[in-house]
């Protein structure tokens, strides 16, 4: 499963957006590519009540934003188009 149907599924769990979820992180105190994942996967179990899967993805989201690789390597390619990185914008908008 690529990081972009990990974030299309906490989308639909939390009925957050990716990107409101990193700024909830943010006023949590869990912001920058200097938080430990531990504690920010933790969080997101316990506030959002997201599996360990789907919060990893997040705090991954949360320190490297859309960085994160847009696929698995081996498993899946990115969309056709894609310009390789994920989209925290919410499943509506996401580019066709």
């Known amino acids: 499963m690529s990081a972009q149907s990990y974030l299309t599924t906490i989308e639909n769990r939390t009925g957050l957006t990716p990107r409101e979820l990193v ?5 949590a105190g869990f912001s920058g590519s200097a938080v430990p994942a531990g504690p920010l996967c933790t969080w997101f179990k316990e506030t959002y009540g997201l599996g360990h899967g789907h919060a990893m993805t997040m705090a991954r989201v949360v320190t490297q934003l859309d960085r994160v690789d847009a696929r698995n390597e081996g498993v899946t390619e990115p969309p056709e188009g894609s310009i390789g990185r994920l ?3 919410g499943v509506a908008s996401l580019p066709g």
Do not use: K, Y
């Open 23 to 27: 700024a909830a992180a943010a006023e």
């Open 87 to 89: 989209w925290l914008d």
